[in-house]
């Protein structure tokens, strides 16, 4: 079996913890083998770069020098900070030899064998293109709005992955197990991301007006892939509807929770629970029970 | 009354004067043109009119390129295709050009003057010598697929035509391989055609294609595995079309309506064909021979016919009465049955050899139970499958009791639990060796099994059959992990140890599958058997009986019987369509056997045209496909099933079988359901034609005229095409605007067909930017008027135009586009960033920023994108076909001083793929390439062209008229709404009327012949065709009579279709009454018709080019080349123009200097040109062929000449501004003059301003200058190379850098010249400032106020229209425009030519141009003129007017109305007093009749149309029918 270098980040170790259980338990269910790398450590992504942009740069390289020296010849990357940050670094040593050299002395790895960067996105539809039709049971009621936000297609040069002006990754793999998703405007706009720190009340504009857009849409639930994406959505919700007097109460899922749903993945795999808005009634029909935490 | 000159005079010779000895000619007389949009046409045109034969080759099934889809033309507003659509017919009608629709150029060999061209045609399935056009294919046709003209907003017919003008006006069909569906059913049965009938409602003849290859339409309907259904594409959306459902349906149809069968065939052969066993395979096999008129006997051995149909399928699957109906259809066309006849038993195959059968079908079937020989099966209550259900057909006694297991995983198996089931048993189990997956049972059958309570066990093996008493108790099973065939079918199963277990059972039928009974087979039959089945070859199906196939020889003289076999008995128990499959194949080859032909080849299976899963999710995301679940079976509730024989499935209605027909996507196009060729009534359809043939041709040069393809903004996904569906393209919009299209000319927008409020317009979509760096030249006025025709029809609609600059660059735009502004159109100058879809609503969000920096979110209802020109793989492919270089984006490479030559020497090229370039210019270039063709082939001119020859006018006069009248049916397009016959009936009472007919079409060729047939033999001297239009068809009626040796001026054509049956559809009786009108008034006429003649006029050869610039030099050589004689005069003492002040050229390292002296020193050296320079033209006399002109030189002399043609090449002047300290500040220069300063190094260059648009743009010259931008970017990009530190500076209003110009505009930026805008109306100032000048203006894009320090300004000054220009238009009797530039004829099509005949115009005579386009223009003129002076004579239209000296005063009042200037007043003397009369120019004058209807005294008249011929049309007309 394949298996591919898995790198959590610190999102999926704290805040998106339920990405992590549940994609975890989706390639399980899939048979495809992740290897968390034992000694991964920060992908320099957020602040980093602005200190030292070499620094911003050997981080990420020398992360995948690890999995290089382990012998794994792909890495999954689920949050789309790190998965940027990679493939960012990837781009520039690529584009200048210069760089390269320096940066092999810093991080005391060649780097002429480069380790190549998934998204799970990416990976997963590779992985789905040759299987015959998968399960999809219990999610005819859904109508998903995929989210994609700002940071995962782009730049487009760099990550190379999907259309940045229309995403269809997302879209297809669910459809693929049996969800309808939606065709909708701001699939790519901004949510704020880290403007919570200095300007919140943008930050609650911008997520207002996705809200807005995915329920004209017709959307009831959202599907994202970035844990900054679901942080602003999800947690955001409440104060948005307080702020602007509206009721939204829009489930905000993993892409990978919804499809380890339909591969039969239990509820209690799915970290359904770390949710603000409540996917459960949504999902299941009812809140399962406190043996569910 | 108007005619096109041309349009009778192709039919002249262009012989040369008989006696003068023609050299061989070195060359081939014959150009290649590659596309047929304007440029290719004008090519063509100018070509064939002027000696040479011409091949058209066009790649789509009509000419008429992009221009035919455009709704109206900018600036004039005209509609795109009234003035397209003559000069399709005239390309359509010539002689000489011959069009090759669907056509690509695929090979070039050879050199310049002498090329071998291969050409590859696809078949458009339709005989164009018989296709008249009529349409009534298309009524029939039922297959719908996107209509490509209109862009995919609408539809078309498999069978159609490109659009209603079209030229070819045949049709074409549309067809891919076949479909899926077809492909994967055995009996080939054209599963798309049916479906595509039903979907129509024509369900007789949807079961009428079903039968073509499956007979046993209800039999299929119902048991078939539909393979058609796994393989069908829209597997790739949802669901399959339920295809077995739609036959179903077709069958009950058949049943319930019980239309008649088709007749019996008679037996046209004698010899007698056997099929033994009645069967599928039997039956179809017999059926097949009898409708080839096969005498056949059917031997069965039982006593009813459809074998195991009949014998075993439960009635809740195959009701009998059905199974009745499809043999009665299989009998119908006669066959001889003969029941209770077993072979071997009741005859041999020895007594059918004697009985003097030739052939015998063996097709017995496989009627044999097999046994499970596993310990026990002999006891008591077991029993074997086809015993059982031939039990429960019959309705024999069946021992049944308790629980019942059945053993086996089949169909049949199948058929037997369920069977069982409804005989009441409650416990029935089925047992079998596959797992359930692997069950050869249909999925839905389990489903329905499992359902009705039947319990299935899968992965077993049977150990033995336990008993008691000698009955069967149960059967000791065991569970297996695998089971597999191996190659020779020998089957292995893997047990798991340890898992017996016993399956209770009361009764047991063991249904594990059926072998045929060969018992019958004598061993010196010598046919073989092999494993218990008959062996044949498998392509023929034949035995190996002796004699007959021995060693192959399908043609053996052998008298033995031939013995074929097919269905269950060769290949074991099979399918209802494979046994069909093989009775069709049997009856193929008993055929060729007994025709002595040989076997068909197997055909290679071309792959099935597939949808991938890809492409399935793009096509739904366009919209093309829509989700649509299949209508469902209706079936009986549950709780009846179990317990009835009843059918489950209750069956579709009429409703839902059109509905779900409806889903079908057409995979193959055209279903060949062969509608069309029953409609066709020309006969002119044959589907089966090859689907490509090579064509090859010599010729002497090629033309490359493909046009462009317009910009696919899908790949620019931030604008959302394709995806949002109301945004659309620019070409889809002028569909929209096109009273042709799709809305029938409203506005409308895609999703909802709602009237749009708010349209918004994005230029630049494909164009200027990055990879496309260039302007597609169009679009900002096209654009323009999109926003002015769309307020046009849809009052109060709100257009914003978001730009970057706007590029009016020709007479009239600058005034077009401020017209916009006036009439309420936003301009923004902004590239909005994105466009976002308002969920529910489907408006767009617009985003975007305007001037001031604001950022804005406006909300419009339609979104326009002004998407670019562009090459695409298909010019790269012609490209490296036809030999010639591309330049980076993949426009042919072209030079500056040789705009219409490629790399390659002989291959010219035009339009578009030069350069995005405008129509006009489009024109003109194709001219010039047209005649550099000339001028390489001009020792072949008229070698290859074919003359058209008469015989001896008959002479009629004195004769009383005796009229033929034909009247035409127009397929139903006349007769379907007029009473044709009684028209015929009515003409024949009138007077003169000698014969009247009718005919189908009376233009085809066929009818020509006969009308040409009863002129001689009646001896009729007129000729009435009452059909359609004049416009389209009195030239080819006019030349059969002529060819009948009648004058062509004995004919009148009646419209009774455009003017009747076309506009009075629904009122049958008065339409055929208006009919006898018209008919009536046609013949009132044709009687007082005289003979007239075309007026030959001999040409003098030789051309006068007034004015030797670069434009005038290019005609002056052009036409020198081709061997006529030029005068070419000069005002200046040296040749060059203002050209010789240019010593750059832009993005073209030639020097222009040196160029421009190579082509002066030519002229004066060439024998054909006699050049004036210091002269002037003081007068011209005469008109087209025949000018004589005076030329005066500054010294005093004067010359008299004499030409056929005037070619205007007078060029412009160059505007002295007072603005900007010109002429006051030495360091103030023009653009003009600063190439000449720098070459001389007297620039000073370190810091250089450049201010655009003096002179032009103003109030005073509204237009703009057109050159200036490219030529201030081409000075500041030579400063910046010579000097790299110097500053310099454009300030302008908009950069107009169009085409290819546009790349030099990004170069320089990326050199560091800076650009400024000014604002509008106010020009910089310039002023001198400490020994500097100083240059002030606002900033536009910073909205701040900059000064700039320069050593030298430059000013872009305005070309201006020479001002003799008024006196030269005044000597020519030709107009000037507006602005003071001559004015050409049309500005869209004839560019260089004037209204007047025989007289040109090029270069910045006729507006502000570059150089290349001047060049091009030059050469363009010597094109036009060349059809004229290429001839000795040229024929002039008798249809003129006439004055009538007796009556005419000279009052002169149709003077002024005359449009030509035709009429003059002349005085002369009677009786010594001075009288004043009219006199008109015959070669002026057009026949447009003004002059008749303006004389009060009825003294002038026009030819043909003489005020008694008028009268006795209003007589006729006026007339009270009797």
Redesign the interface.
């Given at each position: 079996m394949k298996r591919y270098a898995y790198y959590p980040g610190c999102s999926l170790e704290k805040m998106a913890q339920e990405y992590d259980v549940s994609f975890r338990n989706l390639c399980d269910r899939l048979g495809i083998g992740l290897e968390e790398m034992k000694d991964w450590f920060c992908c320099g992504a957020g602040m980093v770069g602005n200190i030292s942009p070499l620094l911003g740069l050997a981080v990420p390289l020398k992360n995948l020098a690890i999995a290089h020296q382990r012998g794994l010849a792909q890495l999954v990357s689920p949050c789309a900070a790190c998965y940027n940050q990679f493939k960012r670094a990837q781009h520039e040593v690529a584009a200048d030899p210069k760089l390269r050299a320096e940066l092999e002395e810093i991080i005391e790895y060649p780097l002429e064998h480069s380790v190549e960067v998934l998204h799970p996105l990416e990976m997963l539809e590779r992985e789905l293109d040759a299987r015959p039709q998968l399960a999809h049971d219990g999610v005819d009621h859904l109508r998903v709005a995929c989210y994609y936000g700002c940071l995962l297609t782009r730049p487009p040069k760099v990550v190379t992955f999907d259309?940045?002006?229309?995403p269809?990754s997302m879209d297809?793999l669910l459809r693929r197990v049996g969800i309808e998703t939606l065709?909708?405007?701001?699939k790519t706009a901004c949510c704020g991301a880290f403007y919570a720190m200095v300007n919140p009340s943008k930050v609650l504009e911008l997520t207002h007006a996705i809200l807005e857009?995915a329920t004209?849409?017709?959307a009831n639930a959202f599907a994202v892939a970035c844990p900054v994406c679901h942080l602003n959505l999800d947690a955001r919700q409440p104060e948005v509807n307080q702020t602007y007097g509206t009721n939204f109460n829009l489930p905000v899922f993993y892409f990978s929770q919804l499809m380890a749903f339909t591969q039969g993945v239990p509820a209690e795999g799915l970290g359904l629970w770390r949710h603000v808005v409540d996917p459960q009634p949504l999902l299941l029909g009812a809140p399962v029970g406190a043996s569910a935490r | 009354m108007w005619s096109i000159l041309n349009l009778y005079c192709w039919a002249r010779l262009w012989a040369r004067p008989p006696g003068e000895a023609m050299a061989e000619p070195s060359t081939i007389g014959a150009v290649l043109v590659v596309g047929g949009g304007v440029a290719g046409m004008q090519a063509a045109l100018d070509l064939a009119d002027s000696g040479f034969k011409v091949y058209l080759a066009e790649k789509e099934s009509s000419i008429g390129g992009t221009m035919a889809q455009l709704d109206k033309t900018f600036p004039s507003n005209d509609c795109a295709m009234c003035i397209l659509a003559p000069r399709l017919v005239s390309v359509g009608r010539h002689l000489n050009i011959e069009i090759l629709r669907n056509t690509d150029l695929v090979r070039v060999d050879g050199q310049p003057g002498n090329f071998q061209v291969e050409l590859k045609r696809r078949a458009t399935f339709i005989d164009p010598t018989k296709c008249t056009g009529c349409g009534e294919c298309t009524q029939v046709c039922p297959v719908e697929l996107p209509n490509e003209f209109n862009l995919g907003l609408s539809s078309r017919k498999a069978i159609y035509k490109r659009y209603p003008q079209a030229v070819p006006a045949q049709f074409a069909i549309s067809k891919r391989e076949r479909p899926p569906c077809q492909a994967a059913c055995s009996a080939g049965t054209n599963v798309q055609a049916y479906v595509a009938l039903t979907g129509q409602g024509k369900f007789a003849e949807a079961l009428a294609v079903v039968r073509e290859h499956m007979p046993f339409a209800s039999v299929c309907g119902r048991i078939c595995l539909h393979r058609c259904e796994q393989e069908c594409n829209r597997n790739q959306v949802d669901e399959p079309v339920a295809i077995m459902h739609i036959k179903r349906f077709l069958a009950e149809w058949d049943f319930q309506h019980k239309p008649s069968l088709p007749p019996s065939v008679e037996k046209t052969h004698e010899e007698r064909v056997a099929v033994i066993g009645g069967g599928p395979a039997g039956l179809t096999c017999a059926h097949d021979l009898a409708k080839r008129g096969y005498p056949v006997t059917l031997f069965e051995s039982s006593s009813k016919l459809g074998g195991m149909l009949r014998a075993c399928v439960p009635e809740f699957r195959l009701p009998e009465e059905y199974l009745d109906r499809d043999i009665e259809y299989l009998l119908s066309p006669g066959i001889d049955v003969l029941t209770n006849m077993a072979l071997g038993k009741d005859f041999t195959l020895e007594e059918l050899e004697n009985q003097g059968y030739k052939a015998v079908f063996l097709a017995t079937g496989a009627h044999r139970s097999k046994r499970l020989p596993i310990p026990g099966h002999e006891l008591q209550g077991i029993s074997l499958n086809i015993d059982f259900l031939r039990k429960a057909r019959t309705g024999e006694p069946v021992d049944l009791t308790g629980r019942v297991l059945v053993v086996g995983g089949g169909n049949v198996a199948m058929d037997v639990a369920r069977t069982v089931r409804r005989m009441g048993i409650e416990h029935v189990t089925m047992a079998c060796l596959e797992s359930r997956d692997k069950m050869t049972a249909h999925a839905w059958e389990i489903q329905e099994a499992l359902d009705e309570g039947i319990e299935i066990i899968n992965d077993v093996t049977f150990k033995q059959f336990l008993g008691r008493d000698g009955w069967v108790t149960g059967t000791e099973a065991k569970r297996i992990s695998s089971m597999a065939f191996d190659k020779t079918g020998r089957l292995t199963v893997n047990e798991i140890p340890g898992t017996e277990f016993v399956i209770p059972a009361d009764r047991v039928i063991v249904a594990i599958g059926q072998t045929p009974d060969l018992g019958y087979l004598d061993p010196k039959n010598q046919v073989s058997v092999r494993r218990g089945l008959v062996e044949v070859d498998t392509q023929t199906l034949a035995t190996a009986h002796p004699g007959v196939f021995a060693g192959g020889d399908v043609v053996a003289e052998a008298p033995h019987l031939r013995i074929f076999a097919g269905g269950d008995v060769v290949t074991g128990t099979a399918f209802v369509v494979d046994g069909v499959a093989a009775g069709h194949k049997a009856a193929e080859s008993i055929e060729c056997c007994l025709r002595g032909k040989p076997f068909p080849e197997p055909k290679p299976k071309a792959e099935p045209p597939r949808l991938t899963r890809e492409l399935a999710e793009q096509k739904l995301r366009q919209g093309d496909i829509k989700r649509e679940p299949r209508v469902p079976m209706p079936q009986q509730p549950i709780a009846e099933r179990a317990i009835s024989f009843a059918e489950t499935e209750i069956g579709y209605t009429q409703e839902m079988a059109v509905a779900e027909a409806q889903r079908c996507l057409n995979c193959g196009l055209c279903s060949e359901c062969l509608q069309c060729v029953t409609a066709c009534q020309a006969h002119a359809i044959n589907h089966f034609l090859p689907r490509e043939e090579f064509l090859s041709y010599k010729v002497g040069a090629i033309i490359l005229a493909p046009g462009l393809e317009s910009f696919n903004p899908e790949s620019k996904p931030e604008y959302g095409y394709n995806r949002y569906p109301n945004v659309v393209t620019s070409l889809e919009f002028e569909r929209i605007l096109s009273p042709s299209g799709p809305f029938a000319g409203k506005v409308r927008r895609p999703s909802d067909q709602a009237a749009p409020q708010k349209v918004a317009f994005i230029q630049c979509v494909g164009s200027r930017e990055v990879g496309r760096n260039y302007c597609s030249s169009v679009c900002c006025m096209y654009t323009a008027k999109q926003a002015l025709i769309g307020k046009e029809h849809q009052p109060g609609l709100d257009c914003t135009v978001f730009y970057i600059d706007i590029r009016a660059v020709s007479k009239g735009f600058e005034n077009y586009i401020e017209r916009a502004k006036t009439e309420g159109v936003h301009y923004v100058r902004c590239r909005p960033s994105a466009i976002r879809e308002v969920p529910g609503s489907r408006d767009l969000i617009v985003e975007y920023a305007d001037e001031n920096g604001v950022s804005h979110h406006e909300v419009f209802n339609m979104v326009v994108l002004a998407v670019g020109l562009t090459p695409d793989a298909g010019h790269r492919d012609l490209a490296r076909i036809a030999g010639v270089e591309l330049e980076e984006f993949g426009f042919c490479k072209t030079r500056s001083f040789s705009p219409t030559h490629t790399s390659r020497p002989g291959v010219f090229v035009c339009g578009p793929f030069d350069q995005p370039m405008d129509i006009p210019d489009t024109v003109a270039g194709a001219s010039a390439a047209a005649s550099n063709a000339m001028s390489l082939l001009m020792d072949s001119r008229g070698t290859l062209v074919r003359p058209k020859e008469y015989p001896p006018e008959r002479d009629v006069s004195g004769q009383e008229p005796r009229v033929g009248v034909f009247v035409c049916h127009c397929g139903t397009n006349i007769a379907g709404v007029v009473d044709v016959e009684q028209v015929v009936q009515y003409a024949r009472t009138l007077p003169n009327v000698a014969y009247a007919e009718r005919n189908l079409y009376t233009c085809s060729d066929d009818t020509q012949k006969r009308i040409r047939e009863k002129i001689d033999e009646l001896n009729l001297n007129r000729v009435v065709v009452a059909s359609c239009t004049p416009r389209t068809h009195e030239a080819l009626f006019r030349d059969t009579i002529r060819e009948a040796g009648l004058n062509q001026y004995f004919f009148e054509l009646a419209n009774i279709r455009d003017q009747c049956s076309w506009v009075h559809m629904r009122e049958h009786e008065k339409a055929t009454e208006k009919a006898k009108d018209l008919v009536r008034i046609a013949i009132a006429k044709v009687r007082l018709d005289v003979p007239l003649y075309t007026r030959p006029l001999k040409v003098t050869q030789a051309a006068l080019v007034i004015g030797g610039g670069p434009a005038g030099m290019t005609t002056a050589l052009e036409l020198a080349d081709q061997g006529f004689k030029v005068y070419l005069v000069e005002k200046h003492k040296e040749l060059g123009g203002h050209a010789r002040d240019q010593r750059y050229l832009l993005w073209d390292e030639e020097d222009p200097h040196l160029r421009l002296s190579q082509m002066m020193a030519r002229i004066h050296s060439h024998p054909n040109i006699q050049l004036f320079l210091n002269s002037q033209v003081t007068a011209v006399l005469g008109s087209i062929g025949n000018f004589k002109s005076t030329i005066a030189i500054q010294d005093g002399q004067q010359f008299e000449v004499g030409h056929g043609v005037v070619i205007v090449a007078t060029g412009a002047e160059r505007y002295q501004p007072t603005e900007c300290l010109y002429g006051q500040d030495p360091r103030v220069v023009r653009n003009y003059d600063v190439e000449q300063l720098m070459a001389a190094g007297k620039l000073k260059t370190d810091s250089v301003v450049l201010i655009q648009c003096v002179g032009s743009r103003t109030p005073e010259r509204s237009y703009c200058s057109r050159n200036c931008c490219a030529e201030s970017i081409k000075i500041a990009l030579r400063i910046r190379e010579e000097n790299p530190v110097s500053q310099v500076y454009v300030l302008y209003r908009d950069i107009r850098t169009y085409g290819l110009r546009e790349h030099s505009y990004r170069k320089a930026r990326e050199l560091g010249v800076r650009f400024i805008r000014y604002p509008d109306w106010q020009l910089p100032e310039v002023t001198p400032h400490n020994g500097r000048l100083h240059v002030t203006t606002e900033d536009q894009l910073t909205r701040t106020r900059i000064e700039l320090e320069a050593d030298t300004v430059v000013l872009a000054a305005a070309t201006v229209p020479n001002p003799g220009n008024k006196e030269l238009g005044q000597l020519l009797k030709v107009p000037l425009g507006e602005e003071g530039f001559f004015l050409e004829a049309h500005r869209k099509l004839r560019p260089v030519d004037f209204a007047s005949d025989g007289v040109f115009l090029c270069g910045t005579a006729h507006s502000p141009m570059g150089l290349r386009e001047a060049l091009a223009q030059g050469g363009g003129a010597a094109a036009r003129a060349a059809t004229i002076l290429s001839r000795d004579v040229i024929d002039l239209e008798p249809t003129i007017s006439h004055v009538v000296h007796d009556n005419c005063d000279g009052c002169a009042y149709c003077v002024d109305p005359c449009p030509f200037k035709a009429i003059t007043v002349v005085e002369y003397q009677v009786d010594g007093a001075t009288k004043k009369r009219v006199q008109v120019n015959e070669s002026i004058c057009k026949g447009c009749g003004t002059c008749q209807a303006t004389c009060p005294k009825n003294a002038i008249f026009v030819w043909h149309f003489r005020p008694e011929q008028l009268l006795a049309e209003i007589h006729a007309a006026l007339e009270v029918r009797a």
């Open positions: 259309n940045c002006e229309d269809q297809r065709d909708w405007p701001q857009g004209q849409a017709g | -």
